[in-house]
């Protein structure tokens, strides 16, 4: 009748009720086998039931002994083996791929729906298992050779829906436990509702040798548990559970004395010896409320499984059917013996028989996840769920003795708070050390859920082009199409840059795009090749052709919950040529003028250069170095084999003192400033350099009027632009002819006067960069000079630099005339704010005027223009001495112009008074 009774119920759950049947398995909802995957789908994984971390002997014991029942056959694994199974998650695609080999199927999808014997199924997940833990894949080999007779066969797919799209599981696994309870449960499932026979357990081997001999254990999956990847609103619940035992308990007298005397009782003895308990947990349910898988945030509500526990007896039929256990289902059930010796008729003995039941109520939680995955939270009804539903059962215990008594109701009232207080404690221990670890390996729990999220993800479209950069701009321009070579991309976890790719997708070679259709969230590297190899994750570009946007060949990228285009690759066929432009003035301690750039010397932005032929009639490309200094020319593969020349156009006011040919296998030629070699198509050039310094700087002009006899001093600097010596030669022309003197003198604190001690110069003088030498040159007019008599100095510079051959040559004119005592003795002083500056900058020129004669100067005009390579920026009248009524701009050029910049003074100027005018420029 029982029998008879599963068999109609298995039909009936099979076409109404079965999903999924697994702890911890999942189903895929709106993804499976011939259905497309919508562009960013967002979803979360999420189940429902406790993880074992580890399995001790007595559980270990335990699940040999449920999973050997529902098998109606031997299960015999260590419990060292079971934690190895319980502690490895596998990967999903490894399973399906190992299950499609034992299963000689085409596809994933055909492995899944294919039936097939657990045998198989379990050696496929120790295929899935060897990488990642040795010992679980030879417990589950072991385990597929004990259920190897067995002959009933399974589709994996009634309990694992799954489908592939590129990339959407890569990252997703399966706890092996899991796998291997589902399966048998799954099996069992088909055929009956309860376990075909009791389990029975030793005291001992459950570790309550002290409380119980043994127990007889019946196990009945209600409605089985599903997990489910889905969206917000996707529900997931555990099983319903129904558990039976027969306990025959450790023999215990009670003390019943306190009944002699009531109702006659002569003399009285009992004790404890069996308990009938069944539990009964309905599904604990869970709904993903809110979902942002882009941020790893999920709230989730989760509520308990109802618990009921019931003490007695529950008819066979009742406990193998879908109806509710309820207490009017229970009956009297023996649980001990009482023996009472009466007046006259002397000792009778009675049984106990006792029943009671005791409902746990549920409340629903949220819980919220934020990642890393997997994350188990717990969702609890109390904290004293198990001790008030013992204390429950206890307060409900009603018990009967038989035969009766018309005593009964006297000896019972006292007989119960005994029972009471000696069936609390092996309740509660069978309840927390049976039951509850039972309920554990059925992935259910008493007034808990522990939920589960081993992942969030959207799947998008990850698409982009490799196209032919004509134009080496590093971006796709309009027509800019393929390159119209055989490309593949490659789509490579980032977490796996070693590989294998997930997927390979071809680039059309005319338009140049690829896409992969269904990327999962998450971050890749996207790598382009000359073949569709994923084992090969080394990017490749066709012969003769250089990656100029993403040029290693990788494009690193994060999909998150968008689309995600124009993941590109420009290809450029030709070579490409990079170098660097420096200062070779030996700043910072390194060796000047030697055409190697070392620790110190500063990089050259700005500086023109150009790939050209051998004849510079056809030039490849140009550039200009960029603030580091750096520089790259593209050549073209028009360009072949012949001889490729590389022109640099310094900077105003720079010049060329070396360079190095790189890698190029060329040479390079100071006189011309150009780098010469042999080009090979398809070649990346480096380490090319051009060595410049700033031209040296040698002011300025001088022009004073002095009376006879008397002397002119003319400041002069000069500011080195690299390493190098300098030497100085110093004539001069009377006109008329006379006895005038010229004499060079070094201003060693650059005040513009000629100091105490401060000597002449003789010899040449070494110097470093932006060093700055300051020099006077005197003119002594003769005594009988006649008026506007002058004298003409040159002061001529010549410059050896260090560790070079090359030389540089300037001069500067000093003119001194004879006045009388209205106009002898002004003095002009130009100074500069700046002792170097670059293309750009602006330098401040201040010009003072003195008055060092006895006499007052009037009628005054300045007169100056604008230095080589500079234009005009603006001209002032600076500081005004007393007796000057007007200072004005009488000349200039316009702005950005060159020219003259002359001021007219209106007014007298005193002896000893001093005033300036300054204009700006600015540097070529």
Request: charged fraction near 10%; proline fraction near 4%; glycine fraction near 10%.
């Amino acid at each position: 009748m029982i029998q008879t009774i599963r068999h109609a119920l298995a039909s009936v759950r099979r076409q109404a009720r079965l999903l999924l049947l697994a702890c911890g398995l999942m189903l895929w909802l709106g993804i499976g086998a011939g259905q497309a995957l919508a562009a960013c789908n967002q979803g979360a994984c999420v189940s429902a039931g406790p993880r074992l971390a580890s399995i001790d002997s007595t559980r270990g014991a335990l699940l040999n002994a449920l999973l050997g029942s529902l098998l109606n056959s031997s299960v015999n694994l260590s419990a060292a083996d079971w934690t190895a199974v319980a502690q490895t998650n596998v990967k999903l695609g490894l399973f399906l791929n190992a299950l499609q080999a034992q299963t000689s199927t085409a596809s994933h999808t055909a492995a899944l729906g294919a039936s097939t014997t657990l045998a198989k199924i379990l050696t496929a997940g120790a295929t899935a298992a060897t990488a990642d833990n040795a010992t679980a894949a030879a417990a589950l080999n072991s385990l597929s050779g004990q259920v190897n007779a067995l002959s009933g066969t399974i589709a994996v797919g009634q309990m694992l829906n799954v489908s592939l799209p590129t990339g959407m599981l890569a990252d997703t696994r399966v706890n092996l436990l899991d796998l291997v309870t589902g399966n048998i449960q799954l099996l069992n499932y088909q055929n009956m509702l309860t376990t075909p026979a009791p389990i029975n357990l030793t005291g001992t081997a459950l570790g309550l040798s002290g409380i119980l001999n043994s127990v007889a254990l019946y196990a009945q999956i209600i409605e089985p548990p599903v997990m489910r990847c889905g969206a917000a609103g996707t529900t997931f619940h555990t099983a319903a559970v129904r558990i039976k035992l027969n306990i025959d308990l450790v023999d215990v007298a009670l003390d019943v004395s306190s009944l002699i005397g009531v109702g006659g009782v002569l003399g009285a003895s009992a004790s404890l010896a069996q308990i009938q308990l069944y539990v009964e947990v309905a599904r604990a349910n869970g709904t993903i409320n809110t979902l942002n898988a882009l941020t790893n945030a999920l709230s989730i509500q989760a509520s308990p499984g109802v618990a009921d526990i019931y003490l007695g007896q529950v008819s066979d039929a009742v406990f193998a059917s879908d109806t509710p256990l309820t207490a009017g289902v229970v009956q009297f059930a023996n649980i001990g013996a009482l023996s009472v010796t009466l007046p006259i008729v002397g000792t009778v003995n009675l049984a106990i028989q006792a029943k009671s039941n005791a409902h746990g109520n549920s409340s629903s939680t949220a819980l919220n996840f934020n990642g890393p995955w997997p994350q188990t939270q717990t969702a609890s009804t109390s904290a004293f769920f198990v001790s008030n539903l013992l204390s429950s059962l206890l307060t409900n215990l009603q018990l009967q003795l038989s035969p009766t008594l018309a005593i009964d109701a006297l000896l019972l009232a006292p007989l119960k708070p005994i029972l009471v207080t000696v069936l609390n404690g092996p309740l509660g221990t069978l309840l927390s050390s049976l039951v509850d670890p039972l309920l554990g390996l059925l992935g259910v729990q008493l007034g808990q859920m522990q939920v589960t999220v081993t992942g969030a993800s959207y799947a998008c479209t990850l698409s982009g082009y490799a196209y032919n950069d004509a134009n080496h701009s590093a971006a796709r321009d309009g027509g800019e199409a393929g390159c119209g070579q055989p490309l593949w991309a490659k789509l490579v976890p980032a977490a796996s840059p070693s590989g294998p790719a997930l997927e390979a997708v071809s680039v059309d070679a005319g338009s140049g795009l690829y896409s992969f259709a269904t990327v999962v969230m998450g971050s890749y590297n996207v790598v382009l090749d000359t073949n569709a190899t994923l084992a090969d994750v080394t990017p490749g570009n066709p012969a003769g052709w250089l990656g100029t946007e993403a040029p290693t060949g990788i494009r690193g990228v994060t999909l998150g919950a968008a689309d995600l285009p124009v993941q590109n690759f420009g290809l450029f066929n030709g070579s490409r040529l990079s170098g660097t432009v420096f200062k070779d003035n030996g700043s910072g301690g390194g060796t000047a003028n030697n055409g190697v750039r070392e620790a110190g010397e500063s990089l050259l932005a700005g500086v023109a250069l150009r790939a050209t032929d051998n004849a510079g009639t056809t030039t490849h490309d140009s550039s200009t170095s960029d603030a580091g200094g750096s520089f790259t020319l593209w050549i073209p593969a028009s360009a072949g084999a012949g001889v490729v020349k590389i022109v640099e156009t310094n900077l105003p006011s720079y010049t060329s003192v070396g360079g190095s040919a790189g890698n190029t296998g060329g040479s390079y030629a100071i006189a011309q400033d150009t780098l010469s070699f042999t080009h090979s198509v398809g070649s990346l050039y480096s380490g090319v350099l051009f060595a410049d310094v700033p031209a040296n700087v040698f002011n300025e002009d001088n022009q004073q009027t002095i009376l006879p006899g008397a002397v002119a001093s003319h400041p002069h600097d000069f500011i080195a632009g690299s390493a190098g010596q300098v030497s100085l030669n110093l004539t001069g022309t009377a006109t008329p002819a006379g006895s005038w003197t010229g004499v060079l003198f070094r201003d060693s604190n650059c005040n513009a006067t000629l100091d105490a001690g401060e000597p002449q110069v003789s010899a040449p003088i070494a110097v470093v960069a932006d060093q700055r030498l300051c020099f006077i040159v005197r003119a002594t007019a003769p005594t009988n000079a006649p008026y506007n008599a002058q004298y003409a100095q040159t002061l001529a510079a010549s410059f050896s630099y260090a560790n070079s051959a090359l030389s540089w040559s300037g001069s500067r004119q000093d003119l001194t005339f004879v006045g009388n005592a209205s106009d002898a003795g002004l003095v002009l002083i130009k100074s500069v704010d700046k002792a170097t500056a670059q293309p750009g900058e602006t330098l401040v020129y201040v010009i003072r005027y003195e008055n060092r004669s006895s006499g007052v100067l009037g009628n005054l005009k300045l007169y100056d223009a604008t230095p080589a390579y500079t234009v005009f920026a603006a001209a002032s009248c600076g500081t005004v001495p007393s007796g000057i009524s007007n200072c004005q701009v009488t000349a200039q050029p316009a702005v950005g112009a060159r020219g003259a910049v002359n001021w007219t003074l209106t007014g007298s100027l005193s002896p000893g008074l001093f005033g300036t005018v300054t204009y700006s420029v600015v540097v070529q």
